[in-house]
Nanobody
Framework: QVQLVESGGGLVQAGGSLRLSCAASERTSNTYAMGWFRQAPEKEREFVATISWSGYTYYPDSVKGRFTISRDNAKNTVALQMNSLKPEDTAVYFC????????????????WGQGTQVTVSS
């Protein structure tokens, strides 16, 4: 079972940047697609970004051009670089892994981290 641990959250002003990191407990290269999701208070968990083991990426329109997902297969880590942050980006951000492939659907992911809080002040 893969264990995922996120880090890098915090408080930032609107327009600023943060870099989230997710460390996996075992090798995820060539096996797992990785994703980031977020959940704001009283809202559904929503898709933020996904990356295949080979580096294919996909984003929703809400973050496209501002967020970048990347992975370091040698280190079993995946990162989310977030630029031009907006107050509406405030949420708990979750890292997730699946064996199916890059996906925007929560149901496709088997393993989840505990989440890291990102707060963007206006």
């Amino acid at each position: 079972q893969v264990q995922l641990v996120e880090s890098g959250g915090g408080l930032v002003q609107a327009g600023g940047s943060l870099r989230l990191s997710c460390a996996a407990s075992e090798r995820t290269s060539n096996t797992y697609a990785m994703g980031w999701f977020r959940q704001a208070p009283e809202k559904e968990r929503e898709f933020v970004a996904t990356i295949s083991w080979s580096g294919y990426t996909y984003y929703p329109d809400s973050v496209k051009g501002r967020f970048t997902i990347s992975r370091d297969n040698a280190k079993n880590t995946v990162a989310l670089q977030m630029n031009s942050l907006k107050p509406e980006d405030t949420a708990v951000y979750f890292c997730a892994a699946n064996r199916i492939g890059p996906s925007s659907s929560r149901a496709d992911y088997d393993y989840w981290g505990q989440g890291t809080q990102v707060t963007v002040s206006s």
